[in-house]
């Protein structure tokens, strides 16, 4: 109906809308560019940026370069003239010096504090000049340390159209120490995110987006490119680091869409990637275009390596409105609607924990490959039944051998199941229990930290050409479990049928004479 639609779009938009984080604390909106000390980012210098994303997707690996440190030996020389210039200033603007001046004496106390007053000026001075000179070699100064190595310390990058890849390394405007550090701790982090969920949060993003709020400027990626990040150790402890591209194709920055679209009403162009090469020139130019009338928005062509968490990104992009406010099971949530219409007439009857042995109910779960309580049978023979459920229950209380018999069970009856979970170690528990029960060729897992996309269609095609299974004969075995267990079904139900006026059970009866000997006694 139309008033539910009125209902469940809006509610669906705002369900998609919290997936994506709009704050200023998402670095995919606010990259801190200007911060110097961020150990979660790595940016790049004196390459072309249209080169390296051409390099990267043509399947070529970079190493990362940084700047060579300064020789530790060479003594700064000074400028005698440059001396003399600043220790005029500091006398100029020492109060003490210009105080022994003022008092006009000749003699030789005054001659004295006038001496030492200069002497520790020219001290200060020569000391400032002399840790001004160590710090241009050093490479505190890292941008005339860079030039004075004949680097382009620019962080605005050339976007030329190369036909070829970018050729040797990609140079990042770091000495050697701090940018080991930086780049293993990135590295550490994609890692234990890969393990631990099964997603890659390391990209390299190409260009940015500068865009104000409140008079405060933020720098937001617009193209990027899911990378890896590997390290090997050379002869003498030195450690060089790789840049690759992963499997999956480069993304848009949608949650910068949907900040500029709700607070700016402005429609931020998006790029064109499913082709082998990305123009960024004409992607870029599009974007400052579209901002073109705001007042200090720009486009730079940077490029930077961070962590950035995409892991509500897939499901606000499979969650359009449009698309599934016509699910059953979305409609029974949202407008609650019952659903009951729609459920197979034997799931009118609800699995109890006791009434598990019931034929009607037992007959739903043909097979268990995992132990299962009375409880937990009772939920895989509801699921069976085509009711929707939520199983709670602590840690270690049988929740993955429940679902590792509910996808059993609706394997046998045909069904394919999709099988999700936030958690990667979720995943390898139901996968390690049906791989143990024989159902590994049946299990396809597009999740992994080994798996890439060549390896995805050499599963498919294995599958496809995997034999049918030869159904196991064992009608007579099943048929004799039946014979005992409605024998022992009969028993149990004749024990608790009532009897006389009393109509009480043998079962009442036999705990009332143990309840009266124990009383007895």
Known sequence: PAADAAYIVP???????????????????????????????????????????????????????????????????????EIEAALEKARAEDPLYQQILADGSSDDAAKSALAQADDRLRAAVLDDLGKAAKDTQSGKNLFAWAEQQGVNASYSLPLTKEPKAHQGSIRVLLLEPRMERVAEGIRKQAQSSIEETGNNILYLAFGCLEWTEKNKSFFAPLILLPVELTKTANRGGAKTFYLGASDDAPVANVTLKER???????????????????????????????VAEVEGWRVH?????????????????????????GSPLVRQLLAAEASDGDLPAEADVIAEDVHVDQPEIAERVPVLIAQADASQFAAVADVMAGRSMVIEGP?????????????????????????????????????????????KPYCLRIESDKANKRQVYDELAERIDLAPPIPPRRDAVQEGFNELRQELNHFAALLNQPHGHEEQSHHDLLWQELQLRCELT
Do not use: H, W
């Not at 809308?17 to 606010?30: Q, S, Y």
């Not at 000390?37 to 390459?47: E, Q």
């Not at 123009?279 to 275009?289: I, P, Q």
């Not at 490029?303 to 406010?325: C, K, M, W």
């Open 11 to 81: 509610t669906l938009e705002g369900f998609r809308n919290k997936l994506l984080d709009l704050t200023t604390r998402n670095n995919l909106l606010n990259l801190s560019l200007k911060s110097q000390r961020t150990a979660r980012l790595l940016r790049f210098v004196d390459c072309n940026l249209q080169g390296v994303l051409n390099g990267l997707m043509s399947g070529r690996q970079y190493s990362l370069s940084a700047l060579p440190e300064p020789p530790k030996d060479k003594q700064p020389t000074l400028d005698e003239d």
């Open 260 to 290: 500029l679209r709700r607070d700016f009403g402005i429609e931020l162009p998006m790029p064109e990637l499913g082709a082998d090469v990305v123009d960024l020139e004409s992607y870029l130019k599009a974007v400052a275009e579209s």
């Open 301 to 325: 062509p940077y490029l930077n390596l961070a962590l950035f968490n995409f892991s509500g990104l897939g499901l606000y992009e499979d969650l359009i409105p449009e698309s599934v406010q």
């Open 395 to 439: 840690p270690g209380t049988g929740k993955s051998q429940t679902i590792t018999n509910i996808i059993a069970n609706a394997l046998y009856a045909g069904k394919r199941i999709l099988f999700v979970a936030e958690k990667k170690v979720a995943l390898d528990v139901v996968y390690t229990r049906l791989s143990e029960a024989g159902l």
